[in-house]
């Protein structure tokens, strides 16, 4: 599986941006698919979660209620839309694909996407 990932750029805070991710290959919906961020300095941290099939989703705390994960197995991507972006946010964001394991675990994830950066000015 190979990761694209798009949609990064600056922003003010308080406004939005949409992430997206594209798959290739034919197994991709027998993957969970997960966002990761790292900020420099930092390590890399999780931030949302989806299952195969879509019907579970996970997000870290700062991110609950603002970030939304979606995923369309008919076109291979998953998006991640985010709303009310703060300073915080800023980071590289990375797509990632888990076949088994912990979606809160970045050990656990099988392929990564190269990375797409998010700024977030106040």
């Known amino acids: 599986v190979q990761l694209v990932e798009s949609g990064g750029g600056l922003v003010q805070a308080g406004e939005s941006l949409r992430l997206s991710c594209a798959a290739s290959?034919?197994?991709?919906?027998?993957?969970?698919m997960g966002w990761f961020r790292q900020a420099p300095g930092k390590e890399r941290e999780f931030v949302a979660a989806?299952?195969?099939?879509?019907?579970?989703?996970y997000y870290a705390d700062s991110v609950k209620g603002r970030f939304t994960i979606s995923r369309h197995n008919s076109e291979n991507t998953v998006t991640l839309q985010m709303n009310s972006l703060k300073p915080e946010d800023t980071a590289v964001y990375y797509c990632a694909a888990v076949l088994r394991g912990s979606y809160y675990a970045p050990d656990s994830y099988n392929y990564w996407g190269q990375g797409t950066q998010v700024t977030v000015s106040s």
């Open positions: 290959g034919r197994t991709f919906s027998t993957y969970g």
């Open positions: 989806i299952s195969w099939s879509g019907g579970s989703k």
